[in-house]
Every structure is written in structure tokens, then in C-alpha cells.
């Protein structure tokens, strides 16, 4: 399958060598371009030869760059430049499928795409990875890869994604591991399924793939009120997630006194918070290599904040503003509130605990809040002069919830100003103070 530029960078290689708006690439340097990767493999090159397809007539450029790692400047419709690759996996704790009717089609889409894995970070299931496809991630070297693992039982693999090549295509980590590419991993944990004896397997069975298995993430099943007809699953509750950081803890343990004090495997946030259980330390998370499952995320926000409040001189604001947040952060920004209005005088910080009804109180994250329950639970109240929200609450970080409702809807219908935040200590505190 051949891909068509969509634009030329202005003084680009590209420009300069005569490539158009239009033009379809078959090849470069002979290697057939089928897709963002394999054009990103194809351009590491001094010399390029390219070979397009213009109307009916066939050109071939040819570009000569200063180094192998400069950009040429073509651009194209997607990052994928086909057809996004779906999941065939029916998981027993599938989020999507416990959407509720009657949202935007995408957020019915499951995606499995090993592409989107490399460029985005995006985790894939290696059910839908063929032969080819693992060798070309071999040859390329792609890596990190972020593999959903569950669980390294294979037979329990099947039965937890309802696929039959879920067991079998567990090899592909072996392949990864034997071509030196790096993996980050992933465990959703359910109650009595995948924890326990069979967690301390996995963890065990994928430490053989050391150094690159480069992490292992233990998340707990998030489950919506959305689940009729669906797999019936528990929710972790203080002791079971006291269990599941114990066996990560003793796991760890083990496996640091053997490789220099590393830690393999963390359980994320939400164990830790369900368990009423510190949080470890910054030095614990080393590179933070798993923030996009919730690993570190609390401790990380915490360091960044404290720090930026002790280099920030003491100074009376006169600001009220309201921040709100979901259940399970709702500890954390109390803590940070106590602590900025110790030092700021006058700054009046409302946290507000905002319960999610619409996917169900057993969904506590920030990420998932809706703007129909901010608007639901925020009118009437005083909030002061500014609404801060999380900015991961927003679809794509856009200014829309998953339920559709816009920033400006919810902002005309409490009659305030409302600001995304990041999840970074330091911007927060500036936005808290009335800083961009």
C-alpha cells in the first residue's frame, strides 16, 4: 500500500528536490513504504533515492541530507498513514465495553496497533501482531514496546481476553527480548483472577526477560456501572489491595538484591490509595517510566508542587479560586491546599470532591470525570473567581469531556472561569496563584 504527501515543508529536502503536494511514495532506497514507520526507517539515510508515483507518470528524486537523522519535510493525512489496527480481543475487563450507549463512535474504538505503541506510547495486546510485522520490528529496532500483558499463564491468557491466540502470541516477548528491544509492561489486576499466586507467576516469569522487560505496571480493573451481560468482576477493597503491593513489594526485593538495587515492577497509585498505603518515594520510581498508568503520577505531582512552593517567596494573593478533582486524588490536593495556605496568606483554595455518577462511584479517577457531573455537582456554589479542572479529565486534552459536554457549555453554565491544569506540580501551583 503506497502513501500520498499531503504537504511539503517550505526549504525542506523534500521542497528542494522536487517532491509535490499529491505525489505517492512507493519506494526509498527499495524499501516499500507502507506506513509512518517504515518511512521513518527509509529517511535514516544520508543518500535517499525516492521513487513517486505523479498522476500516471512514475519520478524518482533523489535528496542528499547532512546528516541521517534530518527530517525531508513531507507530511502526510495521519501519523499511520493507513487504517488504525483494532483489538479482536474480547477482555473480560474490557473499559470500552462498558461505555454507555449513545456516545461518539470513537470512544467505541479499541486499538491494538504496534505503530501507535512506538509513536505514542499506546499499549498493544500482541494478538493482532502477525510474523512480519514482529520482524519488522526487529529489524527496525523498534523500541520501547508497551505490551498489555495481564497475566504469563497462557491458558489463563486466553481466557481473560477471550482469544485463542491470546497464549501463543506471548512469544513475541521472547522475540523482542532476543533482538535487544526494550519492553514496558502492563498487569490490569482482577480480584481473584490474575492476582495472587498467578501475579507472583507473571512477575516472575517476565523478570526472566530482564534487562528489557524494563518495567512492569500493576493497575487495578476499573469497573463502570455499565457491565450487564458482562463478565462479573470485583473491585479491589483495602485488604485485597494491601495483598497485591505485597507481593510487588516481596517480588522487588528479591529481585534488587540480584540486579543492583533496580525495581521491576510497581503497583500504580489507585493500590496504594485503595490500601491506604503511602505512597514510596521519588528515589522508588527511578525514570518514571510507567506515569501513563498511574505509577508515580501522586508522588511525582507532590515533589514538583512542594518544590516550586519552597523557591516561591511568601506573598498575600487575595485569590479564591475552586480546584476539583476525583475521589482518589482528592487526599493529595488537600495535602498540597494545607500546604500552600500555610505559606500563601489570604489564597483561598477550594477543593472539591466531585463523585463520578456517570460512569459509577467504584470509578475514582481524575481522568474520567464528566462535565455533566461537575455541572451537576458544582452549581449553586461559591467558587470564587476561577474553576480549575484536570486537564486529563478533557478528551485528548481537547476541550471536550467523554460525555460531549465542551469547556464553554460547562463554563457559561456555572458562570466562571474554567482552566485545565496539567498534571505537574509546578504549573498547578502557578495556576492556584493566577499564573499562566
Not at 17 to 22: F, I, M, R, S
Not at 110 to 125: V, W
Not at 386 to 410: A, H, M
Request: with cysteine; hydrophobic share 35%.
Amino acid at each position: 500500500m503506497s502513501v500520498t504527501v499531503k504537504s511539503v515543508l517550505e526549504s525542506s529536502y523534500g521542497e528542494k528536490a522536487g517532491v509535490l503536494t499529491g505525489d505517492v511514495i512507493e519506494t526509498i532506497n527499495g524499501r516499500e513504504i507502507v506506513d509512518v514507520l517504515d518511512y521513518r526507517f527509509a529517511i535514516q539515510s544520508k543518500k535517499l533515492s525516492i521513487v513517486l508515483k505523479r498522476g500516471l507518470t512514475e519520478v524518482c528524486v533523489s535528496i542528499r541530507k547532512s546528516s541521517e537523522f534530518s527530517d525531508i519535510g513531507l507530511e502526510f493525512e495521519t501519523y499511520l498513514m493507513d487504517k488504525q489496527h483494532s483489538c479482536r480481543n474480547k477482555c473480560i475487563f474490557c473499559f470500552v465495553d462498558q461505555m454507555p450507549e449513545g456516545m461518539r463512535d470513537t470512544l467505541y474504538f479499541k486499538d491494538d496497533d504496534s505503530r501507535l505503541s512506538f509513536l505514542f506510547g499506546n499499549y498493544i495486546t500482541l494478538t493482532n501482531l502477525t510474523e512480519k510485522e514482529a520482524e519488522r520490528i526487529c529489524e527496525m529496532h523498534i523500541s520501547p514496546i508497551n505490551i498489555s500483558v495481564h497475566t504469563m499463564n497462557p491458558e489463563l491468557r486466553v481466557e481473560m481476553m477471550k482469544n485463542k491466540n491470546a497464549g501463543t502470541s506471548l512469544r513475541f516477548i521472547k522475540k523482542f527480548y532476543d533482538a535487544g528491544i526494550k519492553m514496558n509492561t502492563q498487569l490490569v489486576l482482577c480480584p481473584g483472577i490474575n492476582d495472587g499466586k498467578e501475579l507472583e507467576y507473571s512477575l516472575s516469569e517476565l523478570a526472566k526477560y530482564s534487562p528489557y522487560i524494563n518495567s512492569i505496571a500493576a493497575v487495578p480493573v476499573g469497573l463502570t456501572k455499565y457491565r450487564e451481560g458482562l463478565s462479573p468482576l470485583k473491585s479491589y477493597t483495602k485488604q485485597t489491595a494491601n495483598d497485591v503491593i505485597d507481593i510487588i513489594d516481596n517480588f522487588n526485593a528479591h529481585y534488587s538484591f540480584f540486579n543492583n538495587g533496580k525495581v521491576l515492577a510497581y503497583a500504580s497509585d489507585e493500590f496504594y490509595l485503595l490500601a491506604e498505603r503511602e505512597l514510596p518515594g521519588e528515589e522508588y520510581y527511578g525514570e518514571y517510566s510507567q506515569l501513563d498508568n498511574g505509577v508515580g503520577m501522586c508522588t511525582l505531582l507532590k515533589s514538583e508542587f512542594l518544590s516550586a512552593l519552597k523557591d516561591c517567596e511568601e506573598k498575600t494573593a487575595n485569590r479564591k479560586i475552586s480546584l476539583a478533582t476525583g475521589e482518589s486524588a482528592y487526599p493529595l490536593m488537600c495535602e498540597l491546599k494545607a500546604a500552600l495556605e500555610a505559606k500563601m496568606k489570604n489564597t483561598d483554595v477550594n477543593i472539591v470532591k466531585i463523585e463520578n455518577k456517570f460512569f459509577g462511584t467504584t470509578v475514582t479517577v481524575a481522568g474520567l470525570l464528566t462535565g455533566r457531573d461537575l455541572k451537576e455537582q458544582l452549581q449553586g456554589k461559591d467558587l470564587g473567581e476561577e474553576l480549575l479542572i484536570p486537564r486529563v479529565s478533557l478528551r485528548n486534552e481537547g476541550d471536550r469531556f467523554l460525555d460531549d459536554i465542551t469547556l464553554e457549555e460547562l463554563s457559561e453554565y456555572l458562570n466562571i472561569k474554567i482552566t485545565p491544569v496539567e498534571n505537574n506540580g509546578e504549573k498547578l501551583l502557578s495556576r492556584i496563584l493566577g499564573g499562566a
